[in-house]
């Protein structure tokens, strides 16, 4: 948890865009309690009840990281989006995140020779304010059915709804109310239901063994593609928290061949998040590792392999954010700068202009300029028609006798000003003899 702290403290502060936390023991099992109840339906009763477990997890990291960023880090996090793409649940995040809105706790009284029995009260364990429910999104892709670990997880999507018809449209065959993709979907109405995004991924038995893997990492990424990604656009969160669990791997033992990945849909999904990041806070994300246990083969084995992809794909979107981002918020500082600078001088404007009236008047102005329009001399009749407009098609006018003296050049040659087309279209001997000198300018 203190390297999440850390990296957490770096990222907000600027000394790195992303970071990647190699620890161990993983810790997206552990709740409030430590120890959160299985069970089925994806839903987790109160922790420390019996049957309750946490995994190979002590603390969980990313909750400790994601609390502490959203009370230190207060001015610039507001809003944290968790995402867990380990193949196990991890119901002790989710635990921690619905605690965060109030709930029953029930506790038993030791048996007394008076009797015995139990106290309800609502507790709620919020991390700074009330808001911080709404303010948290956590998504969680994982296997889930025939008995896998934790047993909880099953699909809830809140705003996800599969008719029969659109089943059978889809897949070829009418599909339960209940259920996306063929899994169990559950709509509900707590308080945390918009705040927690559960993916159950289910084991394609009827696929063949070699295209059973094609097509588990297709559905994988369907599901992020077409509702985890525009969801947490849509939350536009200020930091980004992966849960990155590597035991999806097709070759990891804990698999259970539910959720078959590689190396490629690691590195794809981490883009994706990199983006979104990019996006939406600055690039802001840190990663701390969950699961991911093939460790035989060292630097070539399938989790040394699905780290690098990882880590590959956060330094590389870094990179880019650093060529790119940097020349958009270079240009979006001068805007910024050029837009203050007009209302400054928008601001100075008027009140240089209330400042006149203060002193002058309030109609001074108004009263000058009409005096000086009232001052200038009208224009001649000779002068009018000498500016007199060009009509859209005049009508041609017969060209002047010999004998005629040119007193008005536009009374037969209609323009806008005497301009030089004008003045070509005299004649030498007609130009001499009204007297122009053109010089160089005829040039």
């Known amino acids: 948890a203190g390297c999440v702290i850390r990296a957490i403290d770096d990222v907000v ?67 944290i989006a968790i995402v867990d793409f380990d193949v196990h649940h991890g119901q002790g995040t989710e635990d921690i995140i619905r605690a965060l809105s109030p709930r029953n706790v029930t506790s ?31 998504v969680s892709a994982h296997g889930y059915g025939d008995g896998f670990y934790p047993q909880t997880g099953s699909t809830h999507t809140p705003d996800a709804r599969v008719t029969p018809a659109a089943g ?5 065959y009418a599909q339960p109310d209940n259920q996306v993709y063929g899994y169990d979907e559950h709509g509900r109405n707590d308080a945390w239901s918009n705040s927690v995004v559960n993916i159950g991924l289910r084991r394609y038995r009827s696929a063949p063994r070699k295209s059973r893997r094609v097509i588990q990492s297709a559905v994988w990424r369907n599901w992020f593609r077409e509702y985890v990604f525009p969801r947490i656009d849509r939350f536009t969160p200020d930091i980004i928290l992966i849960s990155a669990g590597f035991d999806a791997h097709f070759r990891d033992a804990l698999n259970h061949d539910l959720v078959s990945l590689d190396e490629s849909d690691y590195a794809w999904v981490t883009k994706h998040l990199c983006a979104l990041a990019n996006t939406h806070c600055e690039g802001r994300i840190v990663s701390a590792l969950e699961g991911g246990y093939n460790v035989f083969g060292g630097h070539i084995s399938p989790f040394a392999r699905s ?24 240009r979006r500082e001068k805007l910024a700068e050029d837009k203050s600078l007009r209302e400054s001088l928008k601001t100075f404007k008027e009140k240089e202009k209330v400042q006149e009236q203060d002193i002058f008047g309030e109609n001074f ?59 070509r279209e005299l004649s030498p001997d007609r130009k001499q003899a009204e007297g122009f000198f053109l010089g160089d300018w005829s040039g």
């Not at 059978?168 to 070829?172: L, M, Q, R, V």
């Not at 990882?310 to 270079?330: G, I, K, N, P, T």
């Not at 009508?395 to 037969?412: G, K, M, T």
């Open 13 to 79: 502060g600027g000394s790195a865009v992303n970071a990647f936390c190699a620890i161990r023991p993983p810790g997206h099992h552990a709740g409030v309690d430590g120890i959160v109840a299985g069970g089925h339906g994806g839903e987790s009763s109160t922790a420390g009840t019996n049957g309750g477990t946490h995994g190979f997890c002590l603390l969980n990291n990313i909750a400790i990281g994601a609390a502490y960023a959203k009370y230190v880090h207060r001015k610039k996090i507001k809003k």
């Open 108 to 138: 038993f009284f030791a048996a007394e020779p008076l009797g015995h029995g139990v106290i309800t009260k609502q507790v709620e364990r919020i991390w700074l304010t009330r808001s911080d429910l709404k303010d948290t999104l956590f």
């Open 168 to 172: 059978a449209e889809a897949f070829g």
């Open 307 to 330: 780290v690098l992809a990882h880590v590959r794909a956060l330094s590389q979107m870094a990179r880019a954010r650093d060529l790119r981002y940097d020349q958009w918020e270079l």
């Open 365 to 423: 102005f108004n009263d000058e300029h009409a005096a000086l329009e009232a001052k200038k001399p009208s224009p001649s009749p000779e002068s009018k028609a000498m500016f007199q407009t060009r009509s859209p098609t005049p009508e041609p006018s017969p060209p002047p006798s010999a004998s005629e003296p040119l007193r008005h050049v536009s009374a037969h040659y209609p323009t806008s000003a005497p301009t030089r087309t004008t003045l």
